[in-house]
């Protein structure tokens, strides 16, 4: 079925352009996209429309054909660092829209095998602010030259996509309020089963995979019976399942945000009306503070019964095979902390602890200083372990024992930013081998260094793309150990097995009622 719908493909070569055209017939109309370099590539396809603050309604099928040559517009947002500073130097980024439920395919243009080529959605992460599936740092080509369909998508963000009102969850059909960023997410999964055979993919062999909130999202969705037979298998890089908001904390959010609009919080006839920028200005100037966001997940009855953790430790949630990890230093990233006297100092470490872990601040305190000399590291290892780190694998060790859990470590410095270490989000240029995009390439700078992280990239891409297979992952001779067996699988230019850190790192954030 999958080889005849491929002899459907139409290639179109405008005279005098370099560019071919591609048209292909899915079960719900005609998409044109363009080839590159053995690639086809469509962007800026409608998997969705929805009005504000309701669930999305899936496009099934469409008149004409979709002329999918270009990205189409990204979620409104104030950005994250990428499109912010891409925006700053007058790099290419799509305008936003409201109507953003857009998505991207990159396919091989070889012929698929009998079954399908394997599909790998992409969900992009930002702080549920910010980000888009179009940045060019998740160019889905590199993975697809690997024999993967590879798909990345967009979902609303901050007040759009999170906002939850009292008068919302009574608007709503099914009483949920809240969550219409991961409602977005999962009407993205259905169009991908319904539409990727005629890409030549295997609809009944989805893998999804995400890092930061893209992670999150993927992990809180495991916990949800509306994400049955969404996906497959997963792949959480640097989020677990920690950040959910209860419902009664959601609307006290939003009491504060009514008085900064000017709408009361049962007109919903007025937030509807808002301008655009007003909705976005609610994200503040501080969300890089993702703790203290108002826009997370929300534990409203009906896409999340339970908090997200709390249903997967008493045996409820999805049974997909896992990938599981996080990178070393994920809070390296934060900069602005090498000024900052509160966390250069122990008496400054200290001061955080009583504002952030008030209850047993002493006993936090006292595990870091016995781990180490310099309170800047101790600060970085706190804020990694609390917020990234160890809930990734807390996720991961929740489930190990109900579906097959494979675990990873990314340790990879840059020698010309040593200083950042194996920061947040910096697997990610090896996983899509977007090293020479901007700003990825800056870790990178010279030709020996793109040369000597080859192997690396290769060996990442290995272990992703075999998992999306089905197989056991691995990355060169060396198989990614299952979580529990006391070994990680650490990536670095060495990569190899390390001894599984949980005990020395996570001992504190193991959610010990859990297990």
Same mark, same amino acid.
């Given at each position: 079925?999958?080889?005849?719908?491929?002899?459907?493909?139409?290639?179109?070569?405008?005279?005098?352009?370099?560019?071919?055209?591609?048209?292909?017939?899915?079960?719900?109309?005609?998409?044109?996209?363009?080839?590159?370099?053995?690639?086809?590539?469509?962007?800026?396809?409608?998997?969705?429309?929805?009005?504000?603050?309701?669930?999305?309604?899936?496009?099934?099928?469409?008149?004409?054909?979709?002329?999918?040559?270009?990205?189409?517009?990204?979620?409104?947002?104030?950005?994250?660092?990428?499109?912010?500073?891409?925006?700053?130097?007058?790099?290419?980024?799509?305008?936003?829209?409201?109507?953003?439920?857009?998505?991207?395919?990159?396919?091989?243009?070889?012929?698929?095998?009998?079954?399908?080529?394997?599909?790998?959605?992409?969900?992009?992460? /930002?702080?549920?602010?910010?980000?888009?599936?179009?940045?060019?740092?998740?160019?889905?080509?590199?993975?697809?030259?690997?024999?993967?369909?590879?798909?990345?998508?967009?979902?609303?963000?901050?007040?759009?996509?999170?906002?939850?009102?009292?008068?919302?969850?009574?608007?709503?059909?099914?009483?949920?309020?809240?969550?219409?960023?991961?409602?977005?997410?999962?009407?993205?999964?259905?169009?991908?089963?319904?539409?990727?055979?005629?890409? /030549?993919?295997?609809?009944?062999?989805?893998?999804?995979? /995400?890092?930061?909130?893209?992670?999150?999202?993927?992990?809180?969705?495991?916990?949800?019976?509306?994400?049955? /037979?969404?996906?497959?298998?997963?792949?959480?890089?640097?989020?677990?399942?920690?950040?959910?908001?209860?419902?009664?904390?959601?609307?006290?959010?939003?009491?504060?945000?009514?008085?900064?609009?000017?709408?009361?919080?049962?007109?919903?006839?007025?937030?509807?009306?808002?301008?655009?920028?007003?909705?976005?200005?609610?994200?503040?100037?501080?969300?890089?503070?993702?703790?203290?966001?108002?826009?997370?997940?929300?534990?409203?009855?009906?896409?999340?019964?339970?908090?997200?953790?709390?249903?997967?430790?008493?045996?409820?949630?999805?049974?997909?095979?896992?990938?599981?990890?996080?990178?070393?230093?994920?809070?390296?990233?934060?900069?602005?902390?090498?000024?900052?006297?509160?966390?250069?100092?122990?008496?400054?470490?200290?001061?955080?602890?009583?504002?952030?872990?008030?209850?047993?601040?002493?006993?936090?305190?006292?595990?870091?200083?016995?781990?180490?000399?310099?309170?800047?590291?101790?600060?970085?290892?706190?804020?990694?372990?609390?917020?990234?780190?160890?809930?990734?694998?807390? &996720?991961?060790?929740?489930?190990?024992?109900?579906?097959?859990?494979?675990?990873?470590?990314?340790?990879?410095?840059?020698?010309?930013?040593?200083?950042?270490?194996?920061?947040?989000?910096?697997?990610?240029?090896?996983?899509?081998?977007?090293?020479?995009?901007?700003?990825?390439?800056?870790?990178?700078?010279?030709?020996?260094?793109?040369?000597?992280?080859?192997?690396?990239? &290769?060996?990442?891409?290995?272990?992703?793309?075999?998992?999306?297979?089905?197989?056991?992952?691995?990355?060169?001779? &060396?198989?990614?150990?299952?979580?529990?067996?006391?070994?990680?699988?650490?990536?670095?230019?060495?990569?190899?097995?390390?001894?599984?850190?949980?005990?020395?790192?996570?001992?504190?954030?193991?959610?010990?009622?859990?297990?």
């Amino acid at each position: 079925m999958i080889k005849k719908l491929f002899f459907l493909i139409i290639l179109l070569i405008p005279v005098g352009a370099q560019q071919q055209f591609v048209r292909l017939r899915l079960p719900g109309g005609w998409v044109e996209g363009t080839i590159e370099k053995e690639i086809m590539s469509f962007k800026g396809i409608p998997y969705a429309h929805a009005e504000r603050w309701r669930e999305p309604e899936i496009v099934n099928n469409w008149s004409g054909v979709v002329f999918a040559h270009e990205y189409g517009p990204i979620c409104p947002q104030k950005g994250d660092i990428t499109i912010r500073l891409g925006q700053l130097l007058g790099r290419y980024v799509p305008e936003p829209s409201e109507d953003c439920l857009n998505l991207n395919v990159w396919v091989p243009q070889n012929n698929p095998p009998p079954t399908g080529w394997p599909v790998m959605v992409y969900i992009h992460g /930002g702080s549920f602010t910010g980000g888009s599936g179009s940045e060019p740092i998740y160019n889905g080509s590199s993975l697809a030259r690997r024999g993967v369909i590879v798909v990345t998508i967009n979902y609303r963000l901050g007040a759009l996509g999170f906002l939850a009102l009292p008068a919302l969850e009574r608007d709503s059909q099914h009483g949920g309020v809240g969550n219409y960023g991961l409602h977005d997410q999962l009407a993205a999964f259905r169009w991908v089963r319904e539409q990727i055979a005629g890409f /030549g993919g295997n609809p009944q062999n989805i893998t999804v995979f /995400g890092e930061s909130a893209g992670s999150m999202s993927i992990c809180t969705l495991l916990s949800s019976n509306l994400a049955k /037979g969404a996906f497959d298998r997963a792949i959480l890089e640097s989020g677990g399942c920690n950040y959910a908001l209860a419902k009664k904390d959601a609307y006290e959010q939003a009491k504060k945000m009514a008085k900064k609009v000017g709408c009361p919080l049962e007109d919903l006839s007025c937030w509807r009306a808002l301008p655009l920028q007003k909705l976005v200005g609610l994200t503040g100037s501080n969300e890089a503070d993702f703790e203290e966001g108002p826009f997370k997940p929300v534990v409203d009855g009906y896409l999340l019964k339970d908090f997200p953790e709390r249903t997967l430790a008493s045996g409820g949630g999805l049974r997909v095979p896992l990938i599981v990890g996080a990178n070393a230093d994920e809070y390296q990233l934060d900069v602005t902390a090498l000024t900052d006297r509160n966390k250069f100092t122990w008496d400054g470490f200290r001061r955080l602890l009583n504002e952030k872990e008030p209850v047993r601040a002493d006993m936090v305190y006292e595990h870091y200083k016995h781990r180490y000399k310099n309170a800047m590291k101790a600060y970085y290892a706190f804020m990694t372990e609390r917020i990234l780190l160890c809930p990734t694998y807390r &996720a991961g060790y929740l489930l190990k024992n109900k579906t097959p859990v494979y675990g990873y470590t990314f340790e990879y410095d840059s020698p010309h930013w040593y200083i950042l270490g194996s920061a947040h989000g910096f697997e990610l240029p090896f996983i899509f081998d977007s090293r020479h995009t901007w700003p990825f390439w800056e870790l990178f700078i010279t030709d020996p260094e793109f040369q000597r992280t080859d192997k690396l990239t &290769a060996a990442m891409q290995q272990a992703w793309v075999s998992f999306a297979r089905g197989q056991e992952p691995r990355a060169g001779m &060396a198989p990614m150990p299952q979580l529990g067996s006391g070994w990680l699988l650490g990536f670095d230019i060495n990569w190899g097995w390390r001894p599984d850190f949980w005990q020395e790192r996570c001992q504190l954030w193991g959610a010990a009622e859990y297990q």
